[in-house]
Nanobody, 118 residues
Framework: QRQLVESGGGLVQPGGSLRLSCVASGLTFERYAIGWFRQAPGKEREGISCISTGEGSTYYADSVKGRFTISRDNAKNTVALQMNSLKPEDTAVYYC???????????WGQGTQVTVSS
C-alpha cells in the first residue's frame, strides 16, 4: 500500500521554527519528485516547495523563499521541510505529494496542521 505520512506540525509563535517530515512507504521513493503544499482556511491549496529526483533540484514559492528549506533522504524514504521565521500567514494544513513524472502515480499525505500564533 502506497502511503505518505506527514508529521511535525503544531503550534508555534511568530518567528519560531518547525520541521515537517513526510515518510513514504510502498513506493520506489527515489523515482518520485516530492512537493509540499499548504491550504489555509478559505483558500486554495498552494504549492510551496518541491524537490526533484536525481540531483535533488529544489523550488520555492516566493512566499517561503529564504525561510523554508526542503531536503530528501532516499535511504529513509523521507522528505523534510525546515520552516524558519514563521509568520501567522504560514498557518495552514501542510501536505506532501509524491509524483512520478510521466506516469499516473501521484500520491498525497493526509496533512499536518501548522498554526503560527502568539
Amino acid at each position: 500500500q502506497r502511503q505518505l505520512v506527514e508529521s511535525g506540525g503544531g503550534l508555534v509563535q511568530p518567528g519560531g521554527s518547525l520541521r515537517l517530515s513526510c515518510v513514504a512507504s510502498g513506493l520506489t521513493f527515489e523515482r518520485y519528485a516530492i512537493g509540499w503544499f499548504r491550504q489555509a482556511p478559505g483558500k486554495e491549496r498552494e504549492g510551496i516547495s518541491c524537490i526533484s529526483t536525481g540531483e535533488g533540484s529544489t523550488y520555492y514559492a516566493d512566499s517561503v523563499k529564504g525561510r523554508f528549506t526542503i531536503s530528501r533522504d532516499n535511504a529513509k524514504n523521507t522528505v523534510a521541510l525546515q520552516m524558519n521565521s514563521l509568520k501567522p500567514e504560514d498557518t495552514a494544513v501542510y501536505y506532501c505529494r509524491a509524483y512520478y513524472s510521466g506516469t499516473r502515480y501521484d500520491y498525497w499525505g493526509q496533512g499536518t496542521q501548522v498554526t503560527v500564533s502568539s
